[in-house]
C-alpha cells in the first residue's frame, strides 16, 4: 500500500461512513480497483487499515457532538441498548459476514436493493418536528436491530440507523445524529476487535505502515467533519432519494461489469 492509496482509501472513508451509501462496500470496491484485496502481500494490511481509519471518523462525531457526551446515564443506557445487538449479530454469524466482505458482487447487489428502498423511505417514514416521539429504551434497540442488518457490506450503517429512528418516529435530523453517535461505539469496539486479532495473529506494523495508519485517520477524521456538516443539512432539505439513485447507478455498474467478464481489480 502507498501513500496514494491511502489518501483515497481514507477519502473514501471520511465521505461515506456517514452517508447511506456503504462506507464498508466503497472501501472493498475501492481497494479492489487498486489491487490491494487481491495482492497477497499487502491484503491483510490493507483488511486491518479499513477497519483502523473508522477512528479517525469517530474522532469526528465526538468533537462535533462533544456536549452530547456530557449527557445524564440514561443517554449512554440507550447507546448501549442500541449498541449490543450488533456484536451479538456478529460472533453468531462471524464467518458469513467475513466471506461477505471480501465479495465485490455482494457490495453490488446490497447496494441496489438499498438503493432502490431509498427512493422510497421519505413518502414512508415522513416525520415532522410535531410529531417527532422521545426515544426510549424500546426504540433504542429496535433501531439496533436495524443496525445488524448493516454487517452485509453494501447495506450501510448509517442508512440502516438512520432508517431505524425514521420508523421510530425521529425527525431525520435526531435519526441521523443519532446514527451518529451510535456510531462511536460499534466502530470502536469493531476497530479495538479488528486490532486485538491483528496482533493476535501474530502480525506486526513496519514503520511505513504506522505512518500510513496515522495519516488516514487524520484524513478520515477531516473528511468525516465535512461530511457530517454536509450530510445533515441536505437530509433534513432533500432526503434520502439523490443517495438512492447513486447507489443504484454504481451497483448496477458494478454488476454490469462483473457480468462482462471484468474484475474490479484488472480495472
Same mark, same amino acid.
Given at each position: !500500500?502507498?501513500?496514494?492509496?491511502?489518501?483515497?482509501?481514507? &477519502?473514501?472513508?471520511?465521505?461515506? #461512513?456517514?452517508? /447511506?451509501?456503504?462506507?464498508? %462496500?466503497?472501501?472493498?470496491?475501492?481497494?479492489?480497483? !487498486?489491487?490491494?484485496?487481491?495482492?497477497?502481500?499487502?491484503?491483510?494490511?490493507?483488511?486491518?487499515?479499513? =477497519?483502523?481509519?473508522?477512528?479517525?471518523?469517530?474522532?469526528?462525531? $465526538?468533537?462535533?457532538?462533544?456536549?452530547?457526551?456530557?449527557?445524564?446515564? @440514561?443517554?449512554?443506557?440507550?447507546?448501549?441498548?442500541?449498541?449490543?445487538?450488533?456484536?451479538?449479530?456478529?460472533?453468531?454469524?462471524?464467518?458469513?459476514?467475513?466471506?461477505?466482505?471480501?465479495? =465485490?458482487?455482494?457490495?453490488?447487489?446490497?447496494?441496489?436493493? %438499498?438503493?432502490?428502498?431509498?427512493?422510497?423511505?421519505?413518502?414512508? *417514514?415522513?416525520?415532522?418536528? #410535531? @410529531?417527532?416521539?422521545?426515544? @426510549?429504551?424500546?426504540?433504542?434497540?429496535?433501531?439496533?436491530?436495524?443496525?445488524?442488518?448493516? $454487517?452485509? /457490506?453494501?447495506?450501510?450503517?448509517?442508512?440502516?440507523?438512520? &432508517?431505524? %429512528?425514521?420508523?421510530?418516529?425521529?425527525?431525520?435530523?435526531?435519526?441521523? #445524529?443519532?446514527?451518529?453517535?451510535?456510531? =462511536? /461505539?460499534?466502530?470502536?469496539?469493531?476497530?479495538?476487535?479488528?486490532?486485538?486479532?491483528?496482533?493476535?495473529?501474530?502480525?506486526?506494523? #513496519?514503520?511505513?505502515?504506522?505512518?500510513?495508519?496515522?495519516?488516514?485517520?487524520? =484524513?478520515? *477524521?477531516?473528511?468525516?467533519?465535512?461530511?457530517?456538516? +454536509?450530510?445533515?443539512? +441536505?437530509?433534513?432539505?432533500?432526503?434520502?432519494?439523490?443517495? %438512492?439513485?447513486?447507489?443504484?447507478?454504481?451497483?448496477?455498474?458494478?454488476?454490469?461489469?462483473? *457480468? $462482462?467478464? &471484468?474484475?474490479?481489480? $484488472?480495472?
Amino acid at each position: !500500500m502507498t501513500i496514494i492509496h491511502a489518501l483515497i482509501l481514507a &477519502i473514501i472513508e471520511g465521505l461515506t #461512513e456517514f452517508l /447511506p451509501v456503504s462506507s464498508t %462496500g466503497h472501501l472493498i470496491i475501492g481497494s479492489s480497483i !487498486m489491487g490491494l484485496i487481491q495482492d497477497q502481500s499487502t491484503k491483510e494490511f490493507t483488511k486491518f487499515f479499513l =477497519v483502523s481509519i473508522q477512528f479517525g471518523c469517530i474522532l469526528s462525531v $465526538m468533537v462535533l457532538y462533544w456536549k452530547d457526551f456530557f449527557q445524564s446515564f @440514561d443517554f449512554y443506557f440507550k447507546l448501549f441498548i442500541a449498541f449490543i445487538p450488533a456484536p451479538i449479530f456478529y460472533f453468531l454469524f462471524k464467518h458469513t459476514i467475513d466471506g461477505f466482505l471480501e465479495n =465485490v458482487i455482494t457490495v453490488a447487489i446490497s447496494l441496489v436493493i %438499498g438503493g432502490v428502498l431509498l427512493l422510497f423511505v421519505d413518502k414512508w *417514514f415522513e416525520v415532522k418536528e #410535531e @410529531d417527532e416521539e422521545a426515544l @426510549d429504551n424500546k426504540k433504542a434497540l429496535k433501531i439496533g436491530l436495524f443496525q445488524t442488518i448493516s $454487517m452485509i /457490506p453494501g447495506v450501510s450503517r448509517s442508512a440502516a440507523t438512520i &432508517i431505524g %429512528g425514521l420508523s421510530q418516529k425521529l425527525t431525520r435530523k435526531k435519526a441521523a #445524529e443519532f446514527s451518529f453517535l451510535l456510531a =462511536v /461505539p460499534t466502530i470502536f469496539s469493531a476497530s479495538v476487535y479488528k486490532l486485538f486479532s491483528y496482533i493476535k495473529d501474530g502480525a506486526s506494523f #513496519e514503520s511505513n505502515q504506522v505512518h500510513l495508519l496515522v495519516l488516514g485517520n487524520v =484524513v478520515a *477524521f477531516l473528511v468525516g467533519v465535512l461530511a457530517i456538516k +454536509y450530510f445533515i443539512g +441536505y437530509l433534513t432539505k432533500y432526503g434520502f432519494k439523490v443517495f %438512492g439513485y447513486y447507489r443504484i447507478v454504481i451497483g448496477l455498474t458494478i454488476l454490469i461489469l462483473h *457480468f $462482462m467478464g &471484468i474484475k474490479l481489480g $484488472m480495472l
